[in-house]
């Protein structure tokens, strides 16, 4: 039962435009979500989070919204770089000090110069 | 160095063996994990610590054996390695406050 969907497995954009990664859920008791991006041969890296109490958390060119009513959350990133090349996982988590992370299958994006 | 390690990065092992992973942190972070990637499947817990002498199953614990001694380090055995178990095996490690996990480089290990 995969609780933490991403349904697309890759994502080609062209550098500069919007990037949109997408993220389902089914389990309406999580409380904070966080995307994690990742290189190649490299451990995954946090990017942004955003608690369940808010629908939206910026921090630079990167965006996560969530919609609770839907059980999704997006992650938007503009302008993209080529330098944002990687794959994304999405987590959910239950609260504060909890150990249950559960990840997405991730979606490799590729900007393209 | 500063932050979170794993040793070996790679390792070919056989069916049968014993392989241990190992995982060390220098932030005192109180909790860390184990997830092993496999394509499909995203990140999937192995095992977690909330604290040295603490250890609990995740999602994925069979074939497995944790322990923690020490807050800085975790490793990971395998006690008879099966070829199932070919995967890339990250360490993280998070503080008692917030939510961020931070990763390790991760262990390819491949059993033949």
């Known amino acids: 039962d995969q609780q933490v969907k991403q349904n697309s497995p890759s994502l080609s954009v062209q550098e500069g435009r919007i990037s949109i990664l997408n993220c389902d859920y089914t389990n309406s008791m999580f409380d904070y979500f966080l995307w994690y991006k990742k290189y190649p041969a490299e451990g995954p890296t946090f990017l942004i989070s955003?608690?369940?109490?808010?629908d939206k958390n910026e921090d630079g060119r990167f965006t996560v919204f969530l919609n609770k009513s839907a059980k999704h959350l997006s992650l938007h990133i503009v302008p993209s770089q080529p330098g944002d090349s990687a794959v994304y996982f999405c987590?959910?988590?239950?609260?504060?000090?909890?150990?249950?992370?559960?990840f997405g299958t991730g979606t490799r994006l590729k900007v393209l110069a | 160095d500063a932050g979170i390690t794993q040793s070996p990065r790679y390792k070919i092992t056989e069916t049968g063996r014993q392989v241990t992973l190992m995982c060390h942190q220098t932030w005192s972070h109180s909790y860390m994990f184990w997830y092993r990637q496999d394509l499909g499947h995203g990140l999937r817990l192995i095992y977690y610590s909330a604290a040295a002498d603490i250890t609990d199953k995740g999602e994925v614990p069979d074939g497995y054996v944790v322990s923690r001694s020490k807050t800085e380090n975790f490793p990971l055995t395998l006690e008879s390695a099966t070829r199932s178990q070919t995967s890339v095996y990250f360490c993280?490690?998070?503080?008692?406050?917030?939510?961020?996990?931070?990763f390790g480089p991760g262990t390819r290990l491949l059993v033949l």
């Open positions: 955003i608690s369940s109490i808010k």
């Open positions: 987590a959910a988590t239950f609260d504060s000090g909890t150990y249950k992370y559960i």
């Open positions: 993280a490690s998070k503080s008692g406050v917030g939510e961020t996990q931070y």
